[in-house]
């Protein structure tokens, strides 16, 4: 580990759930599509990801469209008796449907939203992931299909469902390099390590046998 320690940022539990989106997102609305009488393969997938403080896209984003929305932390962040912070992120997650005849729409916003509410707890430890930070748990916190008005149901629904992402070890208190690491040269692309002891000093004390 280097002289910083543990830096760790929403984007990284963003990235963590987007994995999970894009590696398991396809085997949920196939098994959904089964439970539901649909032919698995009906459901459209994901045309687009985007990202955001709130649930909202532009309009040359192609639907299905998977929003992102982290809007910050649920809680105030917790150290441990070794300086290590644990944080919870709130991360919202929105998918937003097109869809005729009418009020399809907003019965396959349900079908989306389930295969995602699915999908991310049920695969929140999977190995296969690329995990840049310290997972604890992901909680399923809410789930709403009221972000748009009721007279938009006709065509196009957003189902929305809300997650707290728990985060250990987030950052330590204590570390950091002891000078700032600013100089006439570029910096260098490997963080600084904590130099190798030279001096080892011992204390010998003897007890009777």
Not at 89 to 100: H, K, P, R
Not at 131 to 138: A, L
Not at 164 to 172: C, D, K, P, T, W
Request: with cysteine.
């Amino acid at each position: 580990m280097s002289v910083f320690g543990p830096l760790v940022s929403a984007l990284d539990a963003e990235n963590h759930v987007e994995q999970i989106i894009r590696r398991w997102l396809p085997t949920y609305l196939y098994e959904i599509e089964r439970t539901h009488g649909l032919e698995p393969g009906t459901l459209p997938l994901l045309r687009s990801i985007v990202r955001s403080s709130e649930i909202e896209k532009f309009p040359e984003d192609q639907l299905p469209c998977l929003m992102l929305a982290s809007p910050g932390l649920t809680d105030p962040p917790e150290a441990d008796g070794g300086g290590y912070y644990s944080a919870n992120w709130q991360i919202n997650l929105g998918v937003e449907i097109v869809a005729a005849p009418n009020r399809r729409a907003v019965e396959l916003a349900r079908l989306y939203t389930l295969a995602v509410r699915a999908a991310v707890i049920q695969q929140q430890q999977d190995p296969g992931l690329q995990q840049p930070v310290r997972m604890v748990r992901i909680d399923w916190r809410d789930e709403r299909y009221d972000v748009l008005d009721s007279i938009d149901d006709r065509t196009v629904c957003i189902g929305r469902a809300e997650f707290g992402v728990s985060v250990a070890e987030v950052l330590q208190r204590g570390l950091g390099p002891l000078d700032p690491l600013i100089g006439p040269q570029p910096p260098s692309p490997v963080a600084p390590d904590w130099p190798t002891s030279e001096t080892v000093i011992t204390t010998v004390e003897k007890e009777p046998i």
